[in-house]
């Protein structure tokens, strides 16, 4: 019975010592460390986090071409901006130049060049008058073709430079190309097997009678 109680008693004692011995404080490494998984070996956390996986929100489908062209960073208007003047295609444009030879917009008529129309029917346009320049855009499904005109109704050549918009793989494309010089009283027409959305001309200036005239 002896025995006993004094192993009994080395025991409580034993356990006591135990119970007073100073414990380790946990780090900010135990609460970061991932606890480890009975099935598999724990993971060695990595420096850097992969970065989220985050679906960007779709955006709506463009519904008409105008909504597209808005889209890409083009605005499809008819206009006169500082020096430059766009037409939209099916669309003529007509200004005269101020004292600066800046273009200044005195309307905007809808209509289609004769060249763009099926044979026999004729060119919805006229002149664009004295004093005024006329920039008309117009297409071919049927050939294929984008036609420019510029009719001149200064009493001096006039020149600019030009640069097309279009369409391809439906993307939008820009190209700029040289100007030339459209005679005083004088009409000039350009074409192109592209589908060209609007052309714009800059830079529009009065040139020397004598200047070479577009070909």
Known sequence: MTVRTGLLLSLLLAGAARAQEPTQPMTLDDFLKPEPKAEAPAETPSAEPPPAETTP???PKPKTLIE???AAGFDPKTKVEGA???VMQGQ???FHLDAKAAPVLDGIDAGKLGVAQPEGQAETYRGSGAGRV???LDASPVKKQ???KVWNGLARPVTFELE???IRSGQLMRRKLEGCAV???GVHSQSWPDPIIAVTVSKVALAPRDATPCS
């Open 68 to 70: 597209a062209l808005t």
């Open 134 to 136: 006329g920039l008309a």
């Open 84 to 86: 430059s003047v766009q």
């Open 146 to 148: 984008s036609y420019m």
């Open 183 to 185: 005679p005083a009283g």
């Open 92 to 94: 003529r444009a007509l």
């Open 164 to 166: 097309l918009a279009a």
């Open 57 to 59: 929100p779709e955006r």
